[in-house]
């Protein structure tokens, strides 16, 4: 029999920020694999867009409009996943905002708890919320955070941003050990310097782009479809035993 631990068809995925940049290249790429999808974001026009996108893989796609630093709005989305799409097998919690301060000394609380309800708060609504479903369920599960390069090097005047993202890989190792008796793996994927609508405005700064991209040794910046793969293998049975891991994907920027 061929090796075909890819394969997800009958596995759904959850997906939140889903309907754009990294979100929506890990969905493209479970859904090519075989995954049904559902993708929550917070923008409806992104979210029909990205399903819209998914058309052609002949997937079933559910796109929910989800705040998830809201934990009642998480538990009701969640809820109504499961009615439509029967289970979830892998949890992407992906969804965050970037900073917006000019200093730190300048970094008011409001900002940064605007950056913590989602970046953080959100992760662990939906962790929280996944989580009780697999081991409800009883045939495990993955779940897979999105934080940063920045949680692992020094960020000037991001460290509310930063703060998010540390604390996304320290719960991912706590739920790998508390969840692995459940059959349910827990890890972290660190991107870099990516091309998003996020990182859009600080790419188109000449300066900084002069800067920043000759020390990319892949000479390039990432792109939603470099994180599609990563997503497959952490979904499929081929990591059955990869548990509290962190995959940094940057092109190499952080060693060079």
């Not at 994907?249 to 060693?255: E, H, K, N």
Request: hydrophobic content about 45%; proline content about 2%.
């Amino acid at each position: 029999m061929a090796y075909q631990p890819f394969d997800l068809t009958g596995k759904v995925a959850l997906i939140t920020g889903g309907n754009s940049g990294i979100g929506l290249g890990m969905a493209e790429a479970l859904a090519q694999a075989g995954a049904d999808i559902a993708i929550w974001g917070t923008n409806a026009k992104k979210n029909e867009a990205a399903k819209s996108s998914l058309h052609d893989s002949g997937r079933k796609v559910l796109t929910l409009e989800v705040d998830v630093g809201n934990e009642a709005a998480v538990e009701a989305a969640f809820a109504r996943t499961l009615e439509v799409m029967g289970r979830v097998d892998g949890c992407f919690a992906n969804a965050g905002v970037g900073g917006r301060a000019a200093s730190f000394l300048e970094m008011t609380s409001e900002e940064w708890h605007r950056v913590l309800r989602v970046n953080l708060d959100g992760v662990f609504y939906t962790f929280k919320a996944a989580a009780r479903h697999m081991v409800q369920r009883g045939d495990g599960g993955t779940l897979v955070g999105t934080a940063s390069l920045a949680a692992v090097s020094g960020q000037a005047r991001g460290q509310h941003y930063a703060a998010t993202k540390g604390g996304v890989i320290s719960m991912i190792r706590a739920m790998a050990v508390e969840f692995a008796r459940y059959k349910i793996r827990a890890n972290a994927i660190l991107p870099g310097w990516i091309d998003t609508d996020m990182t859009r405005k600080t790419f188109a700064n000449e300066k900084f782009r002069d800067k920043v991209l000759p020390r990319v040794p892949m000479r390039r910046w990432g792109e939603a479809a470099d994180f599609g793969g990563i997503a497959v293998y952490l979904m499929s049975s081929a990591s059955s035993y990869h548990s509290g891991d962190t995959f940094l994907i940057d092109g190499a920027y952080s060693i060079f």
